[in-house]
RNA sequence: GCGCUCUUAGCUCAGUUGGUUAGAGCGUACGCUUCACACGCGUAAGGUCAUAGGUUCGAAUCCUAUAGAGCGCACCA
């Protein structure tokens, strides 16, 4: 019976079986759990990993993070669900789809044509997801497979059109020709979340423009200037009025140029005098919304001149600046150059430069007002009327969503205060579509193509983030009024990188708060960065990438687990330290250890139950009190997402206290002549033990388990489904 | 510019609401075939808790300033 303790714990032996085994007892629904329908239900569902991706060390955290909560609650008596699902990654998936395929035949997406596009994409996604799900699987994840979701299957896409519509109809979404981060390499736009900055060293020029000079860091821009900005407070310039007309020599000959006093200006940079390009920068777009003005077009949807340029339509940008310098200072129009440092918006999926154009996009307008029908919000009330930016404010102050880290708290209401309106429209194929329809003039907006011929639908396709921040729902299987959707939303916790922060976590709030007058979840826990030993982060081209799946290979999925989890703070970044892993490899072979030995005499004693009150000497009541008080804090620190601290003060406690000190006491105890010591010796340490797998299984599901499994006092099938010791 | 986080043993990090001699893993030195475990046991070395002030009976922990590292937001044409 205790054979298999003769060897040392072996994890790739353990872990596929007893992952299966869980599965196949149906203990990941929580539907099969004992008394079901009586337990509170507890819930979080997983930040889907991108479907064609592979795990790495980053979900290996989440996934650990979040099974240790969620089998503690299971523990603990709760309705435990974690729903687990995939991501499209549109963008991505895509561009890996239409690369190989230009690559084999030279053709572009045009050739193949949308539906077939499409078709090729959905498979490959399709096909590639085995892999993720089954590295998910590995961590010893405890989802209920059976409420899979992909953010592209058949509900989800219905969640997403009918949760376009719905705002659409709110008047909260709107088609609009507004100025858009544009990118020129992935030719589509992306929003300003998915900007990065980058410093740039350049020149920055001063020009002669008829009686003033103007400053600027891109000449080429320059060509359709014609309105001339300056601050209506500007003494410099009180002689000049607004809407006052001058003509004046420029780059491709005389024009006509008005004057325009706008705030915006500000005084001390530069000449204090600016020219304006609203067809590509956000400010400029602002001010001649504010007056009026005619906006033109100088740059394509390529970076390349139009026209307007004259003789230098058609160059590409970098190829055009020189030579549009060069013949300003042929005219005598360039007053000085200088060196410039500042920062470029580029976009991170190609690292292009963002070239802002003016275009007809899809926005959600976080500034209307609208009426909340329906509201559990604390601190909004049905009925009452607000901007989605309210919305998303007053539910983390006024605490429907606790969101107990301040620093993130500060940053969150931040980004709300700079929140602009939200372009979710995007110019690729692959991802949901925008459910509209056109027919001359003529547009409709449902969840099902309008009867009649001659409809064509919006060719764009949804940010993927409209449709990931309907996840907590979307998978509950919202809009339907579900079972699902009464009991386990708002959903318990969530657990995000910082990174998502504004990009997906403020989106669930604003998503749900509308279409259920919900928050998605009542907790939220943000979490670091997993980084390189050197606190780099993880990435293809550093070649530092560490493969989760190695290191369980190596030390088992509870050492891994142990690994990342033991002594991180929630919130900082996480350094990767593979000999911390190996570590509580060891640990976790002396725990199999400590077993070897506890049921070794235990079976010699002829020890078999668990006594409800063993006949205990004082030493070993004092034992009983020790562990008591563990399991108070462990418990503690569980419900309040101190989840390093527990795991920490276990690792501890089983080998420091129970092994180093319990253990070796009992040595002499145990080899004594006295009977009834003896007994009682062996009766607390299997009650010890028994008690410290229950206290470790939502850290190291697996070695727990294993023992438990030859545990004579085993009270329930599995250790997964046994129950947390009350406290 | 505005804001956030971090700075604790050689390395990677804990230290929850301020409370007795500051902890863990790995590493280092020495000694152990002790019958649960060498994936082990024992012993030891190693920290002015970035710096300077302050609050307090008491501070790694709270406040202020400084230095360094990192990050976010906003950007000035």
Request: proline fraction near 5%.
């Amino acid at each position: 019976m205790l054979e298999k303790f003769l060897k040392p714990y072996n994890p790739s032996e353990t872990e596929q079986r007893l992952y299966d085994a869980w599965e196949t007892s149906g203990s990941f629904n929580p539907d099969n759990l004992p008394e079901s329908e009586g337990r509170p239900p507890f819930s979080v569902v997983l930040p889907p990993p991108n479907v064609t991706g592979v795990l790495h060390l980053g979900h290996a955290y989440e996934d650990s993070l979040q099974d240790a909560v969620i089998r503690f609650q299971r523990m603990r008596g709760k309705r435990a669900l974690w729903v687990p699902g995939t991501d499209s990654a549109a963008i991505a998936t895509q561009a890996r789809v239409e690369k190989e395929y230009s690559k084999r035949r030279g053709e572009s997406r045009h050739d193949l044509g949308r539906e077939e596009l499409v078709r090729r994409v959905y498979e490959f996604a399709k096909n590639s997801e085995d892999t993720i799900l089954s590295q998910v699987r590995r961590m010893g994840a405890s989802l209920d497979w059976s409420r899979y979701a992909y953010t592209l299957d058949e509900k989800r896409e219905k969640a997403v059109t009918t949760a376009f519509v719905r705002m659409y109809e709110a008047g909260l979404i709107y088609r609009g020709h507004r100025i858009v981060n544009w990118d020129p390499k992935g030719q589509t736009t992306i929003s300003d979340d998915e900007i990065v900055y980058q410093e740039e060293q350049t020149t920055f020029y001063y020009f002669k423009y008829g009686p003033f000079t103007i400053g600027t860091a891109r000449p080429e821009t320059k060509f359709g200037d014609k309105y001339v900005v300056i601050h209506p407070d500007d003494a410099r310039y009180k002689e000049w009025k607004h809407g006052q007309q001058l003509e004046l020599e420029w780059i491709n000959g005389p024009i006509t140029a008005t004057i325009i006093k706008d705030e915006s200006i500000d005084m001390a940079f530069g000449s204090g005098v600016m020219t304006i390009t609203p067809w590509h920068s956000m400010v400029d777009f602002e001010i001649a919304e504010r007056h009026g003005l005619d906006k033109e077009q100088i740059i394509d949807e390529y970076g390349k001149l139009l026209p307007i340029a004259g003789e230098f339509a058609g160059m590409k940008i970098a190829d055009a600046r020189p030579k549009i310098v060069e013949k300003l200072h042929q005219k005598g129009l360039v007053v000085k150059e200088e060196p410039y440092t500042h920062n470029i918006a580029t976009a991170e999926r190609t690292s292009c430069i963002i070239e802002p154009q003016i275009k007809l996009q899809w926005f959600v307008d976080v500034n209307r007002h609208f009426s909340l029908s329906h509201s559990e919000i604390p601190g909004i009330e049905s009925g009452s009327t607000l901007t989605l930016k309210e919305l998303m404010r007053a539910a983390v102050e006024r605490g429907g969503v606790d969101m107990p880290q301040e620093g993130f708290r500060k940053a969150y209401f931040h980004w709300i205060g700079n929140l602009h309106d939200w372009c979710i429209s995007r110019q690729i194929w692959f991802g949901h579509r925008v459910p509209v329809w056109y027919r001359g003039e003529e547009a409709f907006c449902g969840t099902e193509a309008p009867r009649g011929n001659d409809w064509e639908q919006d060719p764009d396709v949804l940010d993927t983030w409209f449709s990931s921040a309907l996840w907590t729902f979307s998978t509950l299987g919202w809009p339907e009024k579900t079972d699902d959707l009464a009991k386990f939303h708002p959903t318990s916790f969530m657990s995000p990188a910082y990174e998502i922060l504004f990009l997906w976590v403020s989106r669930m709030i604003l998503m749900a708060g509308f279409h259920l007058g919900q928050v998605p979840f009542k907790t939220i826990m943000i979490h670091g960065l997993v980084r390189d030993s050197k606190g780099r982060k993880f990435s293809k081209s550093l070649g530092n990438g560490v493969d989760p799946l190695e290191m369980i290979d190596k030390y088992g999925a509870d050492a891994l687990r142990m690994g990342l989890l033991v002594g991180t703070a929630l919130g900082n970044d996480i350094r990767f330290d593979e000999s911390k892993v190996k570590g509580y490899k060891h640990f976790a072979n002396k725990l199999w250890n400590i077993a070897r030995f506890v049921l070794e005499n235990a079976e010699k004693a002829g020890v078999t139950t668990l006594e409800p009150n063993p006949a205990l000497v004082p030493a070993d009541l004092a034992h009983l009190q020790t562990l008591n008080a563990l399991t108070k804090e462990v418990t503690d620190d569980f419900e309040n997402y101190r989840i390093y601290l527990a795991a920490d003060k276990l690792y501890h406690y089983a080998w420091h206290e129970l092994a180093d000190k319990i253990l070796e006491e009992s040595k002499p105890i145990l080899a004594s002549d006295d009977e009834t010591a003896k007994t009682s010796r062996a009766q607390l340490l299997l009650f010890l033990l028994d008690r410290t797998l229950r206290l470790l299984h939502p850290f190291m599901p697996f070695v727990t388990e294993e023992i438990w499994q030859s545990m004579p006092t085993k009270d329930a099938d599995f250790l997964m489904v046994a129950r947390w010791p009350d406290v």
